[in-house]
């Protein structure tokens, strides 16, 4: 059985399915036929409007269309999955700078969740992950930058089960707070009180104290993919 393992194979797929060619096909999702060429043989990325044309068109599942998963699945992906034929690599939704207010209220939201962009990304241990997009002013720690805007940051997920526990401190995290999301590194845990101690990134800030019951996610830092400045 053939496996279509990779997003361009599934959009080729889809659009054959359709009876279209690709110039025609190119013309309804507003490409040009060079493009739609490229992105079926995986050579560039297909961008999140064309990937939610493609599903509408078609009449596919995103769940299908970026990760694979059976059509009908009413299951939120968050988790990272391996690409077919790729061992050594794993897809990981991004939440971008214009997704933020967004996300604090849509992270339970299947729907909202489909239609994120995506990112490939070297494979990692299990559990879930996301691509958090840094926004703002350059943010320094102990006088150099640390994190700019646009750099993108590879995080983890701390589960819930695990806040009862000392959080493993200090730690880079994006905390999902009922105000909003925020970026800093956590150095104090009290756990009887459920209470964080965060620290701000820019000196001239001071740290404070944020309550867990107020938190809908921590995501800890695994990796920054810098961007060009």
């Not at 992105?39 to 297909?46: K, L, V």
Request: charged residues 25%.
């Amino acid at each position: 059985m053939f496996i279509l393992n990779t997003i361009g194979k599934r959009i080729a797929a889809a659009r054959k399915e359709l009876g279209k060619s690709q110039e025609g096909f190119a013309e309804l999702l507003g490409i040009s036929r060079s493009v739609l060429s490229q992105i079926e043989i995986d050579r560039t990325p297909p961008p999140t409007d064309i990937l939610v044309k493609v599903a509408t068109l078609c009449s596919k599942d995103l769940n299908w269309l970026i990760l694979g998963v059976e059509q009908g699945s009413n299951q939120i992906i968050l988790e990272a999955s391996v690409n077919e034929g790729k061992h050594d690599t794993m897809i990981v939704r991004v939440v971008d700078e214009y997704a933020y207010a967004g996300y604090t209220n849509g992270f339970k939201d299947k729907e909202f969740i489909d239609h994120l962009p995506v990112r490939e990304t070297r494979k990692r241990s299990g559990g879930n992950y996301l691509y958090f997009i840094a926004a703002g002013d350059s943010m320094e720690y102990e006088g150099r930058n640390c994190i700019c805007s646009g750099d993108e940051l590879l995080t983890k997920e701390l589960p819930k089960s695990f806040w009862k526990y000392k959080i493993h401190i200090p730690k880079i995290f994006v905390i999902v707070h009922k105000d909003g999301i925020l970026c800093k590194q956590i150095i104090a845990h009290d756990v009887d009180n459920g209470i964080i101690t965060c620290h701000p990134f820019n000196p001239k800030e001071k740290d404070f104290n944020l309550h867990l019951k107020d938190v809908s996610q921590l995501w800890y830092l695994v990796e920054i993919v810098r961007s060009i400045h």
